[in-house]
C-alpha cells in the first residue's frame, strides 16, 4: 500500500504571502499577456511600474502651481487629482483581480480559505493605489510646505493619503460586493462593466476640467467661503484634514476631517471585514457554467437592423465589411475589455475643444469663437483615429486567425467596416454633442457651419489608422499596445486642427470661407482616394 | 486534391517544417501526427494559407498556395487548435460573420447554420441570445466545428477537434467526418488520440521534428513494424518507447 504523501514543512511561506506575490505578479503583467511567448510577455515588471510611477510624479509637479496658496486649495487640488487616478485604477482593475472567472478552476479547489484569498487582492490594491498615490503627491509634499503648510503638513498629508486610498479601494469594492448580493452574477457583469466605464470617464474628464476650474478661480478656494456643496465631494474632505491640522484649523475643517475619518472607517469595515464572507459564494457563482440566458435578443436586432437601413445599408454592401462592421459595433457595445479602454480613451478629446470653445466665449470677442469652433471640429478627427488604434487590441486576439483563413485578399475591407462602426458609433455622436454644445453656447446656428472643415477632414483621419493594413478590428494581443505611437498620432493631429482652425477663422473673418472649403474638399477627397488605393493594395502579411 | 513538395517553414535558426512531401486524393481521412513541437500546427497554418512557407509549394484542390491564395481558403476549412472565437458575439452573430466572409448569403448562411446546430443538439435560443463567452468549451467547439464547415469546403483541416467535445459529441463527430470523406471531401485529421485516429483515418502521416517519418495505411504500418496497435508504432518512432520504465521509476519515488 503506498504511503501517504510527505507533510510540508513549516518553513513553506504562508498562503497569504503567496497568494499576494501571486496576484500581484498577475496585475503586473497584465492578463493579456495570455497566450503570448515569453519573448512578447512584459520583460520587466520593475520598469514598467517605475515609468508609470514616474509620469504620476511629473504630473504631481502640477501642484507647484499653487505655490504660497492656502493649504486647503493646495490639499483639495491634490487630493481630487489623487481621487481621480486612484479611482480610475481602482474602478478598472478590481473586476479583473477580484471576480476572475478563470481563477476559480485554479485556486478554488486548493486549501486556501476564500478570507485568505480577499485578503490577498485587497493588499495588492491598496499596495499598489498608496504607490501611485505616493507618486501623484511626491511634488505636493514639497509644494504644501511652501505654500502657507508648516512642517506638519507633510506628515499630516501622508496620513490623508493612505485614508483616501482606503477610502477609494474600500469604495469600489463594496459596490462590487453590493452588486453580487442584490442583483446576483447574471447582471454583476454589465452592472460592473457599467460601473467601470462611468468611473473611468468622469476620472478623465473631471481630472482634465478640474485644474482649469481650480484656475479659473485664481488658484483661491478657500475652506471658510466655501458652500455646503464642498461637504459632498470626498476630495474635500481629506484636504479638510491637512487644512485641520497643518492650515487654517478652522471648524469647517474640522468637520470635513472627522468625515473623511468616519467614512473611511465605515467604507474599510464593510468592504473587507463584514461582506468579505459572501465572497467565496461570489467567485463561485460566477465561475457557473449553467446560467439564465441572456437578452440579446433586442440588442442583436438593433444592430442587425441598423446595418440592413438605408443609408448603413448601402455604405455595408460588401459582405465583408458588413461583417466587420457588426463585429466592431458589438465590441463597442458589449465588450467590456473594450469599452473600457475605448470611452476613456475617447473622452479627453471632448474636453479640449470644450476649454478653447469657453475661452473663446469667455473672452467675448469673435476671433476667439472662430478659431475655438473650426478647432473642435478638426480635433474630433481623433475621435476615429485614437478609436480604431484602440480596437485593434483585444484578448481575443487569436479569433481573427478566422479572418486570415477566409478568402479575403487583404485586410481592407475589414479595416472600412471598423472605419465605419467607429465613424458611426463614436464619431458620430461626438460631433452631435460638440455641435450642440456651441448652439448652446453661442445661440447662433450660423457658427455651426464652422464645423465644416473638421467634417470634411473626418474621413481622412479615420483612414490613417488603416494605412498598412493595421486597423483590423480585435486582431493584436493588449500587451502589444503602443500608446507613444498614438502620442505622435495626436501630436500631428493636433498640429493639422491648429492650422485648420486658423485658416477656417481667417477665411471667416475675410469673407473667403467658402473658397477655403472648396479648396480644403479637394485636398481632402485627393488625399482619401489616395489612402483607400494604398489600403486595397496590401495584402496579409504571414501571421508569425 | 492536396500535393505538398518540399514545403519547409524556419522561424529564425529554427526549422519548424523540414522539406516536407506528400499527396492526399479526394475522399480520404488522414490522420496527421507527431510529439509536440513535431510541426504539425505549423503545417497546417501553411496550408490554410495562415503563415508563409519558408520554401516548398503547396496545390489544394488544383489552386497553388502562393499563386492563388484566396482560391485555396475558399476551399478549405479549418478547426485551429486554440478554438478561439469573439466571446463578445452570440453564437449565431459569430457563425453568420464567418459566413459573410465567405460571401455566403444571410439566408442561406442561416438555413445552413440550423442545420448544423441541430446536428449538434444546440438550441437556436442558445445560439442567438447567449454570448460566446458564456458557452461551455464543448459548445464553443461545436460553434467552430460549424464555422469552419459551413461555405461546404472540399478540404477540411482538423487540429485537436475533440478536444472539449463530450463522449456523444464525439461519436457525432467521427461520424459526420466518414460522412463528409465518402463524399469526396478531403479531411487532414491532427490529433494525439491515436486510437481515434486508427479508427477513423484511411491512412496516417506521422511526423517529428518537421520531418516526415510514415506514411502509410494504419494497420499496414502496424503490421509491417509488428507493433500491435497504432499508439506503440507512435511511441517506437518518436522515442516513446522508454516511457513505460520511466513511469515505473517515478512511481518508485512515491514508495521511499
Known sequence: MATPPPVLPEAVPPSGKVLRRLFLTLFLRGRGARGLNKKGAPKSVGEKLAFTLFIYVLFGCMAFFFFKQPVFAMATYLHAMTFMFLGMFVAS???????????????????????????????????????????????????????????????????????????????????????????????????????????????????????????????????????????????????????????????????????????????????????????????????????????????????????????????????????????????????????????????????????????????????????????????????????????????????????????????????????????????????????????????????????????????????????????????????????????????????????????????????????????????????????????????????? | MISVIQLTKRFGAQTAVDGLSFEIPPGQIVGFLGPNGAGKSTTLKMLTGMIEPSSGSANICGFDLQRDLIEVKRHVGFVPESGAVFESLTGLEYLEMVAALYRIPQNAARARIKQFISFFDLSFETLTDKLLGAYSKGMRRKVVITSALLHNPPVVFFDEPLDGLDANAAVGFKALIQTLAREGKTIVYSSHILDVVERVCHRVIIIDRGRLLLDGKPDELVAAHNSGTLEKLFTQLTGGAELERRAEDFAKTFRS
Open chain 1, 93 to 544: 482593475s478590481a473586476g479583473e483581480i477580484l471576480f476572475n472567472k478563470e481563477e476559480a478552476d485554479i485556486l478554488l479547489h486548493r486549501p486556501v480559505s476564500p478570507k485568505t484569498m480577499l485578503w490577498a487582492k485587497v493588499r495588492v490594491l491598496v499596495e499598489i493605489s498608496l504607490w501611485l498615490a505616493g507618486a501623484i503627491n511626491l511634488a505636493g509634499l514639497v509644494a504644501g510646505c511652501l505654500s502657507g503648510g508648516n512642517w506638519v503638513f507633510p506628515i499630516i498629508h501622508v496620513f490623508s493619503t493612505i485614508l483616501e486610498a482606503l477610502f477609494c479601494t474600500g469604495c469600489v469594492i463594496l459596490v462590487y460586493q453590493l452588486c453580487l448580493r442584490w442583483f446576483g452574477r447574471e447582471r454583476l457583469e454589465g452592472l460592473i462593466t457599467m460601473a467601470q466605464v462611468l468611473i473611468s470617464v468622469a476620472a478623465v474628464v473631471s481630472g482634465q476640467i478640474l485644474p482649469r476650474l481650480v484656475f479659473r478661480f485664481d488658484h483661491v478656494l478657500d475652506v471658510s467661503e466655501s458652500s455646503w456643496w464642498i461637504f459632498l465631494l470626498p476630495p474635500a474632505w481629506f484636504a479638510g484634514l491637512d487644512d485641520a491640522f497643518a492650515g487654517s484649523s478652522l471648524p469647517a475643517s474640522w468637520l470635513l476631517a472627522l468625515l473623511a475619518v468616519v467614512f473611511t472607517a465605515t467604507v474599510t469595515w464593510l468592504a473587507f471585514d463584514k461582506l468579505a464572507d459572501g465572497y467565496e459564494t461570489g467567485l463561485q457563482t460566477l465561475n457557473e457554467t449553467v446560467s439564465k440566458l441572456k437578452k440579446m435578443r433586442g440588442q442583436r436586432r438593433f444592430l442587425d437592423r441598423l446595418a440592413s437601413v438605408p443609408p448603413l445599408s448601402w455604405w455595408l454592401r460588401d459582405p465583408v465589411s458588413r461583417a466587420s462592421f457588426l463585429l466592431t459595433a458589438a465590441y463597442l457595445v458589449r465588450d467590456r475589455d473594450v469599452k473600457l479602454r475605448v470611452y476613456p480613451g475617447i473622452a479627453p478629446m471632448l474636453v479640449i475643444p470644450f476649454v478653447f470653445l469657453l475661452q473663446g466665449h469667455g473672452h467675448g470677442h469673435s476671433g476667439g469663437v472662430s478659431f475655438g469652433i473650426p478647432f473642435s471640429g478638426v480635433y474630433l478627427g481623433l475621435v476615429p483615429l485614437s478609436g480604431l488604434q484602440i480596437l485593434q487590441y483585444s484578448q481575443q486576439w487569436q479569433a481573427a486567425d478566422v479572418f486570415r483563413a477566409a478568402p479575403v485578399s487583404g485586410p481592407a475591407q475589414l479595416c472600412h467596416g471598423a472605419r465605419r462602426a467607429v465613424l458611426c458609433f463614436l464619431a458620430a455622436p461626438m460631433v452631435v454633442l460638440m455641435a450642440l454644445i456651441v448652439w448652446l453656447l453661442l445661440g447662433d446656428i450660423s457658427q455651426l457651419l464652422l464645423f465644416i472643415p473638421g467634417l470634411i477632414a473626418l474621413p481622412v483621419f479615420a483612414l490613417v489608422p488603416s494605412l498598412g493594413g493595421k486597423g483590423v478590428p480585435l486582431s493584436i494581443p493588449v500587451d502589444a499596445a503602443k500608446a507613444a505611437g498614438r502620442g505622435q498620432s495626436m501630436i500631428v493631429v493636433m498640429v493639422i486642427a491648429f492650422a485648420l482652425a486658423g485658416v477656417a477663422g481667417w477665411t471667416w473673418q475675410n469673407g473667403c470661407f467658402w473658397r477655403f472649403i472648396l479648396a480644403e474638399a479637394i485636398v481632402a477627397a485627393i488625399l482619401y482616394v489616395g489612402l483607400r488605393v494604398m489600403l486595397a493594395k496590401v495584402r496579409w502579411s504571414s501571421a508569425e
